[in-house]
């Protein structure tokens, strides 16, 4: 460890007046350096303001002044690791990376160089490496900046040993005001984390003890105004709002919160909202210098209110003074985004085989290009387009096969936020469609320590053994499953027939890879019909048989073992005689496996709910008391959901099934923004179910999966609980209500 001082001031024994005065007697300092132009009590005071700009989250004007800083005194790294900060706040890893940069090529020990390297990572999405590298600058150097950064990592990282962290702080420590406010976002966090709706109350006492010890820190304002946002306690979030404004009229961040929520919240009417974001806009424009982050508050802005033309004009002026910034490169990003929403909705709509998908998928693809071929601030949205593009060309016909390899090569060296598509999805379709399925294999076999790895960093959240190890199987099955066909597909016939065996035995309810299997049984039964071996030919296409009912059943899309089964009947059978029979049997037969896994699932311990009182789309108040004695569904979904939105369909055959039955209550719960969005959903779908508006339930409840379905027994009690959608959702609820209905006591 080096003894030289990391913080600022004079490296020799003179003090700072008497090195001012000689370098400005000799015109130079150092190395042919400049002269200081300030004292060191104006460079403490400009650390100082630098920090101020953290706590105000006023990064706009606090880059600047960062600027003109480190010009003046580039060798003081406290002073550039305090800038690192203000750059962090727009996420600008380059930037800050080159602050690391510099204070470490003058001392590679520096804590304030190690911490701002530290911060590039987590930029860059690194959150492990960011840990590591922040926790060397904390042991060398306790400072509130890095205690924040380091617990701010640790909580991507591992969330357990952020709490460990936190904990083993002295006091002095944990009353910093960066430890208090990360300490609040840990505890928001462990809501989610740990299913204990409590520790929302905590979070919010340790933000009020946020402000009420430190006045002028921003961020607790805005925390608890969010909370209450959420809360629809209007009242309380403007006041919250106005004090945050006052501290910073010209932050981008507080003000976007502020627009925001005058937007998409109720408080003003509809068309009064846009006139009141803009006169928060012009207060903003006077308190904060142009910059290009304030243009892209703004564009973000008016793309919510679906103000395209001032969006649009404002991102062209960022592009424009600089293509390849980081502003610019959201904007580019922000292109296939919504042209990937649009796609969607009209995947929705239409179908994904109507004419107007179809064309649409061109669409996507020329916008993926586009991007790609752009000048590019990094790369840490390149893995998000490629997957739009994987997703565009795998869904044309025909798929072009050399496009879809490249946009998997993309995937595999970029994206890492959805290994089941990089690692799964992707390279099976490779398989499928492209000439490479050996590189395929390789690219499964690169990505099976990403895929055990982001499963192990889930593992808390969940609540068995059995689910973990079920959760295992299935990704591993998968991974053996796009190996073995990958094999077979090479003609390996063996290693793909054995590693698909291999995959099966996993997870035998892998649908794919029974297909799979089969083909490669009826592979092996004409290359015994070849061979002459009529027992042999029997056998196999037996197996395959297995294999396909054994895969027979529902599934999201279509199941490929369906088809392969009517076809080999119809080859064994010499014609489709009993066909319709022979399918019937096995559809009941799914039916039945289906109905006993899903009321084996009844919870054990089972527990009561949180109680409410919510209000309808009429206004119209419901009690959670209305519903003693009955068996109620309660349904959380929102318009934002695209699996919600995708089984609605099914869930107003359910609503409609049991509206009449006085022993039933069937009720919907949207955790929309506003009232607008829920009724504007529901006259262009003609739906009529019953919606309760959330007021922040959800957070009460422990509501963190979108859709989830509770099924409660007469007296109260959860008995089943449905996250994520289901494969036919009308008939799948009732049997979960009936079985309810039939219970003698409705008690666990």
């Known amino acids: 460890m080096s003894t030289r001082s990391h913080r600022s001031g004079p490296k020799v024994g003179l003090s700072l007046p008497l090195v001012v005065f000689a370098c400005a007697l000799l015109g130079a300092c150092g190395d042919g350096a400049a002269p200081r132009d300030y004292t060191a009590e104006e460079l403490q005071a400009a650390k100082a303001e630098l920090r101020d700009h953290a706590r105000l989250r006023t990064f706009e004007a606090g880059k600047l002044f960062g600027d003109e800083w480190v010009a003046r005194a580039p060798d003081d790294a406290e002073l550039r690791g305090l800038y690192a900060y203000q750059l962090a706040g727009w996420g600008l890893s380059k930037e800050v990376r080159e602050q690391a940069d510099a204070i470490l090529a003058e001392d590679p020990e520096n804590p304030w160089g190690i911490y701002a390297k530290a911060y590039a990572h987590l930029l860059d999405r690194e959150a492990k490496l960011a840990v590591e590298t922040v926790r060397e600058a904390w042991e060398a150097s306790p400072q509130p900046e890095f205690a924040f950064l380091y617990l701010r990592a640790l909580a991507q990282a591992d969330f357990n040993a952020a709490r460990e962290l936190l904990a083993s702080f002295d006091e002095e420590t944990r009353a ?3 430890v208090l406010r990360m300490k609040g976002r840990i505890e928001s966090q462990a809501r989610y984390a740990l299913d204990d709706p409590t520790w929302a109350d905590t979070s919010s006492a340790t933000f009020t003890e946020l402000i009420e010890r430190f006045p002028n820190h921003v961020s607790g304002y805005t925390w608890l105004a969010n909370e209450a946002y959420n809360a629809r306690r209007m009242d309380e979030w403007t006041t919250l709002m106005e004090t945050a404004l006052e501290l910073a009229p010209g932050s981008g961040d507080v003000r976007s919160q502020h627009w925001r929520g005058l937007w998409q919240s109720e408080l003003l009417p509809a068309e009064e909202r846009q006139a009141a974001v803009e006169a928060s806009m012009a207060a903003y424009r006077e308190a904060s210098p142009e910059t290009l982050e304030g243009l892209q508050a703004m564009a973000s802005m008016y793309r919510q209110m679906e103000d395209e033309e001032r969006a649009a004009e404002l991102e062209a002026r960022i592009v424009e003074s600089d293509p390849a910034s980081y502003h610019a490169m959201t904007v580019y990003v922000g292109e296939t985004r919504r042209v990937g929403r649009k796609s969607f909705e009209i995947y929705q709509e239409h179908g994904e085989d109507s004419p107007e998908y179809r064309a649409h998928l061109e669409v996507m693809r020329e916008a993926a290009y586009r991007y790609l071929e752009r000048p590019l601030y990094n790369d840490v949205f390149t893995g998000g387009v490629y997957l739009d593009l994987y997703s565009a060309l795998e869904a044309m016909d025909p798929i072009p096969a050399e496009e879809l390899a490249e946009a998997i090569r993309g995937l595999a060296k970029y994206e890492r936020l959805n290994p089941h598509f990089t690692f799964g999805l992707a390279p099976l379709a490779m398989v499928d469609h492209t000439p490479y399925p050996l590189e395929a294999v390789d690219i499964v076999r690169e990505g099976m320590p990403v895929v055990l790895e982001r499963l192990n960093e889930s593992r808390d ?12 199987r299935y990704y591993l099955g998968g991974i053996y499953d796009v190996i073995g066909w990958a094999y077979f597909k090479a003609g390996r016939t063996d290693d793909g027939r054995h590693t698909l065996e291999r995959a099966l035995a996993i997870n035998d309810r892998n649908q794919d890879a029974r297909h799979h299997a089969g083909q490669v049984y009826e592979q092996l039964a004409a290359e015994a019909e070849d061979a002459g071996d009529a ?47 022979y399918l019937a049997t096995l559809d009941e037969r799914d039916r039945i496996r289906r109905r006993e896994r899903i009321l084996e699932s009844r919870v054990e311990a089972a527990g ?122 009308d008939e799948e609820f009732s049997w979960r209500v009936e079985a309810l209905r039939e219970e003698a006591t409705g008690s666990p």
């Not at 599934?555 to 014609?575: I, Q």
Request: proline share 3%; aromatic share 14%.
């Open 176 to 178: 910093w005001p960066e």
């Open 461 to 472: 959240r969940y609540d068995t053994e059995g689910e973990w190890d079920q959760a295992l």
């Open 535 to 581: 027992e042999a030919v029997i056998e196999w296409l037996d197996r395959a048989e297995d294999s396909y009912i054994a895969g027979f059943g529902a599934t999201r899309g279509e199941n490929p073992n369906e088809a392969a089964l009517e076809a080999l009947y119809e080859s064994r059978n010499g014609s489709r005689d009993g066909i319709e029979e």
């Open 608 to 729: 009561t709910y949180e109680p409410f009182t919510l209000a309808r789309l009429d206004g119209e108040m419901v009690d959670s008391a209305e519903l003693d004695g009955k068996i109620a569904v309660l349904h959380f979904w929102g318009t934002w959901c695209g699996p919600c939105v995708v089984e609605m369909p099914e869930y107003q055959k359910f609503d409609e099934r049991y509206r009449d039955d006085a022993e039933v209550a069937v009720l919907s719960i949207s955790n929309d923004r506003t009232n607008d969005v829920i009724e504007e959903y529901l006259a262009k779908n003609d739906f009529d179910f019953t919606v309760l508006v959330d007021d922040d339930y959800v957070t009460r409840a422990g509501v963190s999966a979108w859709p989830t379905t509770w099924f409660v027994d007469r007296k109260g009690y959860i008995r089943f609980v449905k996250i994520g959608t289901a494969l036919k959702l």
